[in-house]
C-alpha cells in the first residue's frame, strides 16, 4: 500500500508548503532536539551553502547559529526561479482523491533529478548527507532535508482532487478558492499566522510546548508520513462544502468555510508541525525525546501508540479555546467571519473573540 503510494507522481503544483514560520518552527524543534556538537557540525556545514552569501548573510543574523539553522529550512522556498536550485517537483507528490478505482495511471519517468517527487528528494538528501560529498553538497542536502519534512506534513502537498471540473487535478488545493484566504492551500500554508521574526518563532513554539499532547508522535518513517498526510486531506481538508461547490455547474465561486473547520484545522496544523519537527530531529540523530517544555513535565515520546493521521480534538486552554476571528497582527485588529479583511490581511492568524481591538467595520 505504502510503495503503491509512493510510486504515484502526479502532475505540477506549485505552492509553499507551511510558510517560513512554519518552516522555522519546525526546524527549531530539530534543534532542541540535537546535541551542542550536532549542531555546530551542520551548522558549520551550511555556512558552505553555494548561496550562503545571497539568502543567508544578506538576510538575518549570521553569528546566531540557531538563526541558519532555521534559514535553511526556508532556503527552498527562496530558491525558487533561481536557475540550478529550484527543484519544483520536489516539494510534493499528488496522491489522487476522486480516481482512486479505476483510475489507469501511468507514472511519468523519474530518473531526471528535477522530476523527482518528495519521496525520492528526502530519500537522496539523506544520501548525500551521509556520504562524502563536498560540504557545500551537504549544506544544499541538509537545506532540501529539512524542508522537505515540513512539507510532507502539509497534507496538501501529499493529494490532489480529480474530477469532472479538475480532469487534471486542482494542484494541491491551489484551484479552491476560498473567502478566508486565496485558496485552500495557502490557507493551510498560514494556519500558523505570517509574520516569521525570532520573536514570532519563540512565540509559536512555547504555545506549542504548553500543549503537551501536542507531542506524542509515531516516528514511523517519510511511507507512514505521506499515508498520515494522504488520510488528513481526504478526511477532513476537502470537507463536504468543498467536495459539494466542486460538483456544481459554471464557475466556482469562493468557498466559505464553517468556523469550525477553521478551528479544527489550527489544531490539525499544529500536530503537524510538532510531528514534522520531532522526526526531522530524529532523522539528524537527535534525541527521540520531545523538547523540553519550561516549567513543565518533559512529555514521554510514545512509540507504542499507534499512528493517528486524523488527531482527535484536543482540549485548548482558554486563551485559543475559540479560535473564530482573525486578528490582523499589523494593528491588533480584531475580524469576525463576515468581514471582507477576515483571513485577508498581510499579516495575521486566528485568535479568539476576545483578543485584540474589534474592528471598526464588522464590530469584531
Same mark, same amino acid.
Given at each position: 500500500?505504502?510503495?503503491?503510494?509512493?510510486?504515484? =507522481?502526479? $502532475?505540477?503544483?506549485?505552492?509553499? +508548503?507551511?510558510?517560513?514560520?512554519? &518552516?522555522?518552527?519546525?526546524?527549531?524543534?530539530?534543534?532542541?532536539?540535537?546535541?551542542?556538537?550536532?549542531?555546530?557540525?551542520?551548522?558549520?556545514? =551550511?555556512?558552505?551553502?553555494?548561496?550562503? %552569501?545571497?539568502?543567508?548573510?544578506?538576510?538575518?543574523?549570521? *553569528? @546566531?547559529?540557531?538563526?541558519?539553522?532555521?534559514?535553511?529550512?526556508?532556503?527552498?522556498?527562496?530558491?525558487?526561479?533561481?536557475?540550478?536550485?529550484?527543484?519544483?517537483?520536489?516539494?510534493?507528490?499528488?496522491?489522487?482523491? *476522486?480516481?482512486?478505482?479505476?483510475?489507469? $495511471?501511468?507514472?511519468?519517468?523519474?530518473?531526471?533529478?528535477?522530476?523527482?517527487?518528495?519521496?525520492?528528494?528526502?530519500?537522496? !538528501?539523506?544520501?548525500?548527507? +551521509?556520504?562524502?560529498?563536498?560540504?557545500?553538497?551537504?549544506?544544499?542536502?541538509?537545506?532540501?532535508?529539512?524542508?522537505?519534512?515540513? @512539507?510532507?506534513?502539509?497534507?496538501? &502537498?501529499?493529494?490532489?482532487?480529480?474530477?469532472?471540473?479538475?480532469?487534471?487535478?486542482?494542484?494541491?488545493?491551489?484551484?479552491?478558492?476560498?473567502?478566508?484566504? @486565496?485558496?485552500?492551500?495557502?490557507?493551510?500554508?498560514? /494556519?500558523?499566522?505570517?509574520?516569521?521574526?525570532?520573536? @514570532?518563532?519563540?512565540?509559536?513554539?512555547?504555545?506549542?510546548?504548553?500543549?503537551?499532547?501536542?507531542?506524542?508522535?509515531?516516528?514511523? %518513517?517519510?511511507? /507512514?508520513?505521506?499515508?498520515?498526510?494522504?488520510?488528513?486531506?481526504?478526511?477532513?481538508?476537502?470537507?463536504?462544502?468543498?467536495?459539494?461547490?466542486?460538483?456544481?455547474?459554471?464557475?466556482?465561486?469562493?468557498?466559505?468555510?464553517?468556523?469550525?473547520?477553521?478551528?479544527?484545522?489550527?489544531?490539525?496544523?499544529?500536530?503537524?508541525?510538532? +510531528?514534522?519537527?520531532?522526526?526531522?530531529?530524529? /532523522?539528524?540523530?537527535?534525541? +527521540?525525546?520531545?523538547?523540553?517544555?519550561?516549567?513543565?513535565?518533559?512529555?514521554?515520546?510514545? $512509540?507504542?501508540?499507534?499512528?493517528?493521521?486524523?488527531?482527535?480534538?484536543?482540549?485548548?486552554?482558554?486563551?485559543?479555546?475559540?479560535?473564530?476571528?482573525?486578528?490582523?497582527?499589523?494593528?491588533?485588529?480584531?475580524?469576525?467571519?463576515? !468581514?471582507?479583511?477576515? &483571513?485577508?490581511?498581510?499579516?495575521?492568524?486566528?485568535?479568539?473573540?476576545?483578543?485584540?481591538?474589534?474592528? *471598526?467595520?464588522?464590530?469584531?
Amino acid at each position: 500500500m505504502i510503495r503503491a503510494l509512493i510510486l504515484l =507522481l502526479l $502532475f505540477v503544483s506549485p505552492a509553499h +508548503a507551511w510558510n517560513a514560520l512554519g &518552516h522555522k518552527v519546525i526546524a527549531d524543534i530539530a534543534w532542541q532536539q540535537l546535541s551542542e556538537d550536532q549542531r555546530s557540525e551542520i551548522v558549520r556545514t =551550511l555556512r558552505r551553502h553555494p548561496r550562503f %552569501d545571497e539568502d543567508f548573510a544578506k538576510q538575518g543574523d549570521i *553569528g @546566531d547559529d540557531r538563526w541558519i539553522f532555521q534559514q535553511a529550512a526556508v532556503w527552498p522556498d527562496i530558491a525558487r526561479g533561481k536557475a540550478g536550485f529550484d527543484m519544483p517537483t520536489w516539494h510534493y507528490v499528488n496522491i489522487a482523491i *476522486g480516481r482512486e478505482r479505476g483510475f489507469n $495511471f501511468v507514472p511519468k519517468p523519474v530518473g531526471k533529478a528535477e522530476e523527482w517527487n518528495i519521496i525520492q528528494a528526502i530519500a537522496y !538528501c539523506r544520501k548525500v548527507i +551521509a556520504s562524502d560529498a563536498p560540504p557545500s553538497q551537504k549544506a544544499l542536502a541538509y537545506s532540501w532535508l529539512f524542508h522537505l519534512v515540513g @512539507d510532507l506534513h502539509q497534507p496538501m &502537498h501529499s493529494t490532489a482532487l480529480f474530477s469532472e471540473r479538475f480532469p487534471d487535478g486542482d494542484r494541491g488545493g491551489n484551484s479552491i478558492p476560498l473567502v478566508q484566504g @486565496d485558496n485552500l492551500h495557502s490557507l493551510w500554508d498560514n /494556519l500558523l499566522g505570517r509574520q516569521h521574526r525570532a520573536n @514570532d518563532v519563540k512565540r509559536e513554539i512555547a504555545e506549542l510546548k504548553a500543549r503537551l499532547e501536542l507531542w506524542k508522535v509515531e516516528p514511523g %518513517d517519510v511511507g /507512514l508520513w505521506l499515508q498520515e498526510s494522504h488520510k488528513l486531506a481526504k478526511e477532513f481538508a476537502y470537507c463536504p462544502e468543498i467536495l459539494e461547490a466542486t460538483r456544481q455547474p459554471g464557475e466556482l465561486p469562493k468557498i466559505r468555510l464553517p468556523a469550525s473547520y477553521l478551528k479544527a484545522s489550527g489544531e490539525h496544523a499544529r500536530h503537524r508541525v510538532v +510531528a514534522a519537527g520531532l522526526r526531522l530531529g530524529v /532523522l539528524l540523530g537527535g534525541s +527521540a525525546e520531545p523538547v523540553e517544555a519550561e516549567a513543565k513535565p518533559v512529555p514521554e515520546f510514545d $512509540f507504542a501508540a499507534a499512528a493517528k493521521p486524523t488527531p482527535r480534538p484536543m482540549s485548548l486552554t482558554p486563551a485559543r479555546s475559540e479560535l473564530t476571528h482573525w486578528l490582523n497582527t499589523n494593528g491588533n485588529v480584531r475580524h469576525n467571519s463576515g !468581514c471582507r479583511w477576515y &483571513h485577508n490581511t498581510k499579516n495575521g492568524r486566528a485568535c479568539a473573540a476576545s483578543d485584540g481591538k474589534a474592528c *471598526g467595520q464588522c464590530g469584531g
